[in-house]
């Protein structure tokens, strides 16, 4: 494999990204709903002068997530916590998915409405190389994005939790876990899935609707959490990560076995 | 040297047989036409030979290498001009040109200079900087033909160069592709423009329906295809009644045309013209000139086109 040929066609869509403003505020708009507007919302409504203990029925099992020096808080201040800090963390993990979508569902299919992969096809790139620079395309800024929103998220909930919680609590172990390792996992599981999808449909519209149902993998997390049933402690983060990564490993494997420069041609 | 060696090659898209049974040879340093309708399987058959699409059937050489398992190779040494420029309308020329060398692998330190050296040549150096996107469709093509040379590739492939360029910019791609002639490359011209085709390709093949139903120069063409090309006579006065009825009765001979002071024959062969000629003078014509008009490649395409 060259990687120069690969690093130049990811390159070439990265700024072909970085130019195109819609995707761009897409992403922003993405970003700063789950990483400032959420936590801020949350962070702001009167939870935190709730009540001071309570039944909370099958939900009690999440209060063992919250750190030892926190099961004395009242219990308004360990919803908030709750929430911002178990919650909505697996809603973060939309971010690394939407964007790694994003550019995937447009790798090939976007190339083809733009009437531009015609020239990319006559290059010598390995059809290996060319599916590899697709999938770094959209690897790339969605590991960044992930990170960088990680960070941002970091900030507001220490910020709006400072009052109720008096010191720097964020990122648990857990969630730091679900940054750096599910994170990653879950930006391949897009891209691999969308770059796939985006060679065998004839429309950016098509590709963006199929890789949306991704998403339910998010959701799944998110009521396993929520509802009590699968707690993201550490150990269960590895084990989903792994899982992840696996089906990254078969799902990029399988894309790239299945590419054929010639089925692309025939057609466009 | 052969540059291109089609061997049968085939090629359908469902039941559509886009290439049936093509086979041809490209010289090295010659301009190749192909020539024929929209759907005659031209852009097919330059997908075949770059290692694009994979025949069904047959095979070729491109360059002493085999596309179906050299692609990579074949496509490095070659140079595309596609029927739409297909350049990236949000990057600018210079970015354009940028990915091209660096897909093509052209050596890192000489990027920037290839990049400059061609953006000059096509004149688009004043709007390098710009995106694409805003450009005239002639700039956008020539802006697609500086890419398609940035590696400096032994052959290259325009399809349709000139569709939808205006004069000055036509004339400037003729330019071109003489000038990669004289440099010893080897073209392989796709066109629907037959005035073009015969001013700039040394032979000519002529699909039709996926199949190759011709190939050869145009005078060789027009021998096999058409009847002997007409003989003109240009006299010094109108031409006379006496001298129209002394042609006639040459044997063989026929009045095609009579326009003022010009006479076209239809002639069977030199001899049967000479004698037509000298009955024109001994009926008192008063020759100024006389000479064969060579058949356009228009009359032999539409010859082929018909009979096809």
Not at chain 1, 21 to 40: D, K, N, Q
Not at chain 1, 73 to 95: D, K, T
Not at chain 1, 215 to 241: D, E, F, H, K, W
Request: with cysteine; proline share 5%.
């Amino acid at each position: 494999m060259n990687w120069r040929t690969v690093r130049a066609i990811a390159g070439k869509d990265l700024l072909e990204v970085r130019k195109n403003r819609i995707a761009i505020w897409s992403i922003v708009g993405l970003s700063f709903f789950l990483s400032v507007g959420m936590p801020l919302l949350i962070g702001l409504l009167p939870f935190g002068t709730g009540p001071e203990s309570g039944d909370l029925g099958p939900l009690e099992a999440l209060l063992d997530l919250l750190p030892p020096e926190m099961q004395d808080l009242p219990l308004g201040s360990q919803m908030v916590v709750l929430m911002l800090g178990s919650f909505l963390a697996p809603l973060f993990l939309m971010i690394p998915l939407m964007v790694a979508a994003i550019v995937g569902a447009e790798s090939f299919v976007g190339e083809k409405e733009r009437r531009t992969l015609e020239g990319l096809l006559y290059t010598p790139a390995t059809d290996l190389e060319l599916y590899a620079g697709k999938v770094l395309a959209g690897a790339v800024p969605a590991v960044v994005a992930a990170f960088l929103n990680f960070a941002i998220y970091a900030v507001v909930v220490n910020l709006v939790t400072g009052p109720i919680v008096g010191r720097v609590w964020f990122p648990t172990v857990p969630t730091l876990a679900l940054a750096v390792w599910v994170g990653p996992a879950v930006a391949l599981l897009g891209v691999s899935a969308s770059v796939m999808v985006s060679t065998r449909v004839d429309t950016f519209l098509e590709a963006n609707q199929l890789t949306g149902l991704l998403a339910l993998v998010i959701v799944a997390l998110m009521v396993g959490q929520g509802s009590g049933l699968l707690l993201l402690s550490l150990p269960v983060l590895l084990l989903v990560g792994l899982a992840l990564y696996a089906a990254d490993l078969v799902l990029i494997r399988l894309g790239a076995a299945i590419f054929s420069r010639d089925r692309l041609m025939a057609r466009s | 040297m052969t540059a291109i060696r089609a061997d049968g090659l085939a090629r359908s898209f469902g039941p559509v047989r886009a290439v049936d049974s093509v086979s041809f040879q490209v010289e090295t340093g010659e301009v190749f036409g192909l020539l024929g309708p929209n759907g005659a399987g031209k852009t097919t058959l330059i997908r075949l030979l770059a290692g694009v699409l994979v025949p069904d059937t047959g095979s070729s050489r491109v360059l002493g290498l085999d596309p179906v398992t050299d692609g990579s190779l074949v496509r490095g040494r070659s140079g595309v001009l596609t029927e739409t420029p297909a350049v990236y309308e949000r990057l600018t020329a210079r970015q354009n040109l940028a990915f091209a060398a660096d897909v093509f692998g052209v050596p890192l330190p000489e990027v920037a200079c290839r990049t400059n050296d061609l953006l000059a040549r096509f004149a688009l150096q004043d709007r390098a900087d710009e995106p694409v996107g805003g450009f005239s469709k002639g700039m956008k093509q020539r802006l697609a033909l500086a890419r398609a040379l940035v590696h400096d590739p032994e052959l290259l492939f325009l399809d349709e160069p000139t569709a939808g360029l205006d004069p000055a910019a036509s004339r400037q791609v003729h330019d071109l592709v003489r000038a990669l002639r004289d440099e010893g490359r080897t073209v392989v011209l796709c066109t629907h423009h037959l005035v073009e085709a015969e001013a700039l390709c040394d032979r000519v093949g002529v699909l039709a329906k996926g199949r190759l139903i011709a190939l050869g120069t145009v005078r060789e063409l027009s021998d096999r295809l058409l009847a002997a090309s007409p003989v003109a006579l240009e006299f010094l006065a109108p031409v006379t009644d006496e001298v129209v009825g002394a042609v006639g009765v040459v044997p063989g001979v026929a009045v095609v045309e009579r326009a003022d002071r010009r006479l076209v024959l239809a002639a069977p062969d030199d001899a049967a013209a000479a004698d037509a000629i000298g009955a024109a003078v001994g009926a008192g014509g008063r020759l100024v000139a006389a000479g064969r008009r060579e058949h356009t490649l228009e009359e032999v395409y539409f010859a082929l086109q018909e009979a096809a």
